[in-house]
């Protein structure tokens, strides 16, 4: 069992930042990829970004150049630095763990007002 937990949400304002934090306890597994996915109302969970367990970063079209993820293995943590937010970036952000199975995160909510 993968225990993720998720923080850094909040409502900012358009143009604002803000930094998401995930830590996995439990059985990790040193090959795991973890990332983060969103949903909005009415919406599909989307990929926001991942990152696999060499560091190599995949981000969706919309992430691109406003998003970075990074990782900490020694802390087991992931990170998604915000920068630049839009009100369609409102959203529950998921913390995804993926080895041999995948694991999510209870989502932390991330409001931009325009």
């Known amino acids: 069992q993968v225990q993720l937990v998720e923080s850094g949400g909040g409502l900012v304002q358009a143009g604002e930042s803000l930094r998401l934090s995930c830590k996995a306890s439990?059985?990790?597994?040193?090959?795991?990829?973890m990332g983060w996915y969103r949903q909005a109302p009415g919406d599909r969970r989307e990929l926001v970004a991942s990152m696999s367990s060499n560091d190599i970063p995949v981000y969706a079209e919309s992430a691109e150049g406003r998003f970075t993820i990074s990782r900490d293995n020694a802390k087991n943590t992931v990170y998604l630095q915000m920068n630049s937010l839009k009100p369609e970036d409102t959203a529950v952000y998921y913390c995804?763990?993926?080895?041999?199975?995948?694991?999510w995160g209870q989502g932390t909510q991330v409001t931009v007002t325009s």
């Open positions: 439990g059985r990790i597994d040193s090959f795991a990829s």
């Open positions: 995804r763990y993926s080895a041999y199975t995948v694991y």
